[in-house]
């Protein structure tokens, strides 16, 4: 199995989102900027890049494409759900000829990841005589790998549910897709 990073990696080379630091110039007195000012180009890839308040529709798109192209390197047709930090469906997408069924789980899947605050798999871990003991699934909470909350800087922004694989392919797959989020908007 790949690791997440080379997942990552190979999804964001795939996607052309991860560009390659620039290489520094000198500067001379000429051609320096005033301080505070930074070159148009830089500015506007900072933009491009920086995240916004909240979970938009072309964040959650840029996810589905990441976690669909990450499906595919592992040869595995999946539904991804996005949820916002209310945990309100934000996108469902499903591969051609995924699983009826992991239409449902992948939305539970994200919905879990926000509302207790931590990826599906954990919370199966502490509903195991940890500090969720004796939580089950049901009432839109999965306890299966494949759910991972999107957070930054201790925020969350929404929840990622992945769904059509193994429960480490998914798991693999979301937590590749909510480091891609940290990577992608900054």
Same mark, same amino acid.
């Given at each position: 199995?790949?690791?997440?990073?080379?997942?990552?990696?190979?999804?964001?080379?795939?996607?052309?989102?991860?560009?390659?630091? *620039?290489?520094?110039?000198?500067?001379?007195?000429?051609?320096? =900027? *005033?301080?505070?000012?930074?070159? *148009?180009?830089?500015?506007?890839?900072?933009?491009?890049?920086?995240?916004?308040?909240?979970?938009?529709?072309?964040?959650?798109?840029?996810?589905?494409?990441?976690?669909?192209?990450?499906?595919?390197?592992?040869?595995?047709?999946?539904?991804?759900?996005?949820?916002? !930090?209310?945990?309100? =469906?934000? =996108?469902?997408?499903? &591969?051609?000829?995924?699983?009826?069924?992991?239409?449902?789980?992948?939305?539970?899947?994200?919905?879990?990841?926000?509302?207790?605050?931590?990826?599906?798999?954990?919370?199966?871990? !502490?509903?195991?005589?940890?500090?969720?003991? #004796?939580?089950?699934?049901?009432?839109?909470? &999965?306890?299966? #790998?494949? #759910?991972?909350?999107? !957070?930054?800087?201790?925020?969350?922004?929404?929840?990622?549910?992945?769904?059509? #694989?193994?429960?480490?392919?998914?798991?693999?797959?979301?937590?590749?897709?909510?480091?891609?989020?940290?990577?992608?908007?900054?």
């Amino acid at each position: 199995m790949r690791t997440i990073d080379s997942l990552v990696g190979e999804v964001a080379k795939n996607l052309n989102t991860v560009k390659s630091a *620039p290489k520094q110039q000198a500067s001379s007195a000429n051609t320096a =900027l *005033p301080k505070g000012k930074t070159e *148009p180009r830089k500015a506007k890839a900072a933009a491009e890049n920086k995240c916004p308040q909240k979970m938009t529709l072309d964040m959650a798109k840029e996810l589905a494409k990441a976690s669909e192209k990450a499906a595919e390197i592992l040869g595995i047709k999946i539904v991804v759900a996005v949820r916002d !930090e209310g945990a309100n =469906l934000v =996108l469902l997408h499903a &591969m051609d000829d995924s699983y009826i069924a992991s239409v449902q789980a992948a939305q539970d899947k994200a919905y879990t990841a926000v509302a207790l605050k931590m990826p599906t798999h954990k919370a199966l871990e !502490e509903s195991r005589g940890g500090a969720l003991d #004796g939580l089950t699934n049901g009432n839109g909470i &999965m306890l299966l #790998g494949g #759910g991972y909350p999107l !957070e930054k800087a201790n925020k969350i922004y929404g929840g990622l549910g992945i769904s059509g #694989g193994s429960k480490e392919q998914d798991t693999v797959i979301a937590a590749a897709a909510a480091e891609y989020f940290k990577i992608r908007f900054k």
